[in-house]
DNA sequence: CTAATGATGAACT
DNA sequence: GTTCATCATTAGG
């Protein structure tokens, strides 16, 4: 990660709303897949609702590793989702990809999300590690490094909208989601 | 050791 | 709106 990266990844709220809008990249054998992030949430060691809140443990270990670290883990025993460990080393702060506007490699996510239509290939957490070809084998792997990038280089600036997160049971009431006015790409339109 | 649960998605009615 | 697939982690005995 570039020095430039780093400085916007110091803490996991102001990453989350700086990641809308740049666009997530994996390159694969099978090709090269990406979308812009319309969605994120952020998750922190003092967060009732993260799985850094109890401490390191074996799924969580990458959760505490530095800043660009790729934390993957499994959700409800068969599904994948991706997070962007933010800083500093140590914290447990990571920010979960939500939803992505795809950009590349649509016919690749198609083939790979059993021939879905745009609209459902990546509006989801779980769903755009399969359209991008994400699963537990990338998790404490870094970010711009070789398989997953991130290009922090936006094509226009994104309106913000800041919301509860979606899932939970604990902390419910804490505004950490963060999703881009308008996008019809999001997981989930509603709530406040 | 056992049992409940979950940062979800797909397929239903 | 509801149900359920499916398993690592966690709490508890």
């Known amino acids: ?13 102001d990453a989350a709303k700086h990641l809308l809008g740049m666009e997530l990249i994996t390159i694969t054998p099978q090709g090269v897949t990406a979308g812009i992030i ?3 949430e952020a998750y922190h060691q003092h967060d009732s609702a993260s799985h850094s809140f109890r401490g390191k443990t074996k799924r969580s270990s990458a959760m505490f590793e530095r800043p660009g670290t790729v934390y993957v883990y499994l959700s409800y025993g068969l599904h994948y989702c991706l997070n962007i460990v933010t800083g500093p080393k140590g914290q447990g702060e990571a920010v979960l990809i939500r939803a992505l506007q795809p950009t590349q490699g649509v016919d690749l ?13 990546c509006s989801g957490p779980a769903k755009l590690t399969q359209a991008l070809g994400i699963d537990i084998t990338d998790n404490n792997t870094q970010i711009n490094n070789a398989k997953i990038h991130i290009n922090s280089e936006k094509t226009f600036k994104p309106k913000i909208i800041t919301s509860t997160r979606i899932g939970i049971s ?3 009431d804490a505004k950490l989601r963060f999703y881009i006015e308008n996008s019809p790409f999001v997981s989930v339109k509603h709530k406040l």
């Open 1 to 13: 990660m570039t020095v430039d990266m780093e400085k916007l990844f110091r803490n996991s709220v």
């Open 38 to 40: 319309v969605e994120t």
């Open 170 to 172: 604990n902390n419910k």
């Open 109 to 121: 996510m198609k083939s790979r999300r059993n021939h879905l239509g745009l609209m459902h290939l």
